[in-house]
């Protein structure tokens, strides 16, 4: 039974720092009743705000990449049982570019 919970907190302590790990510190304003809203649900959890400052705006980038529009283009690029599935002209291909740019920039640099 001890056993458990010393996997257990191994297993928490480990996911902990594997989440600061790649952590960046970025300065945001926000408005007066939103820093309120964040403090009473961090008083409301018992969590720090730099535990769910994180979480979420990760919850957040994950939610609005899963809404961007996908708008089929002109060219198809594959067929998917038997369906043609055409490129997408929307945000989500310059956004991906994007972000493949600024990993191999980050890479590049440490």
Avoid: W
């Amino acid at each position: 039974m001890l056993d458990d919970y010393f996997s257990a907190l191994l297993i928490k302590l480990e996911r902990k720092a594997t989440q600061r790990a790649g952590q960046q510190t970025v300065t945001l304003p926000i408005h007066q009743e939103d820093l309120f809203r964040l403090q009473a649900l961090c008083e409301v959890y018992a969590v720090s705000m730099e535990e769910l400052g994180p979480a979420l705006f990760q919850t957040l980038l994950q939610e609005i990449e899963a809404r961007m529009p996908y708008r089929p283009g002109p060219r198809v690029i594959r067929e998917e049982d038997g369906d043609p599935v055409y490129e997408d002209i929307g945000p989500t291909p310059r956004y991906l570019e994007i972000i493949r740019r600024l990993e191999k920039t980050s890479d590049n640099s440490q």
